[in-house]
């Protein structure tokens, strides 16, 4: 387990996972905020985005109550992220950090703000970030307003940056600094 918080637990991803993801990959209500209804996984797209050989990416499984949930990844910015989002400062360790809750009978329960402040907690104790940034979709307001609450704020506008359902959809880049470094 990466980290426990309550009955929130976070751990990696094992191959056994994959039915999981293909299950919520191909759910038209998780689709809508998470790489879109046009999108729908099988196993073996699952296979191939998931479970890549070399990857610089820490892929997890949200468990609530010992049951498995959710889908979080978090990854330390290259430099092609750094230079989008305008970050200049090479000495600032940046991460970010994407989720899903699969389970969409989870949704609306406050387990989205209780992940997002536990995994920013890790990141910053567990690897020194300075930096936590995400890149949600404008229209998203829901996932918007949980990380907001979650202390996020709005950086900047990062128009037509992610394909979603036919068409390129505006991001807001947000982060979260870490005010203790």
């Known amino acids: 387990m990466l980290f426990v918080n309550g009955r ?3 751990r990696l991803l094992e191959r056994k996972d994959a039915e999981l993801l293909a299950k ?3 759910d038209p ?6 790489e879109g209804r046009d999108n729908s996984f099988d196993m073996d797209k699952v296979i191939e985005k998931f479970y890549p050989e070399e990857d610089e990416e ?7 109550d010992d049951a498995a949930i ?11 992220s750094r230079q989008l989002y305008g970050y200049e400062d090479d ?8 989720q899903f809750i699969g389970e969409t ?6 387990i989205g703000t209780l992940l997002v402040q536990s995994m920013v907690k ?16 404008t229209w998203n307001e829901r996932a918007i307003r949980c990380y907001e609450k979650c202390g996020f704020k709005k950086v900047k506008l990062l128009p037509k940056n992610e394909w979603h359902e036919g068409e390129y959809r505006d991001c807001w880049l947000i982060e979260k600094a870490n005010i203790c470094s």
């Not at 820490?58 to 609530?64: D, G, K, L, S």
């Not at 959710?70 to 290259?78: L, P, R």
């Open 8 to 10: 929130l637990g976070v």
């Open 24 to 26: 919520w990959l191909s």
């Open 29 to 34: 209500a998780v689709l809508e905020f998470y």
């Open 58 to 64: 820490t892929r997890c499984i949200i468990e609530y």
């Open 70 to 80: 959710g889908y979080i990844q978090f990854y330390e910015a290259d430099v092609e």
């Open 91 to 98: 000495a600032q360790v940046i991460y970010g950090m994407d």
């Open 105 to 110: 009978s989870y949704w609306n329960k406050g």
């Open 122 to 137: 890790y990141l910053i104790e567990e690897k020194q970030a300075d930096r936590v940034v995400m890149d949600p979709q």
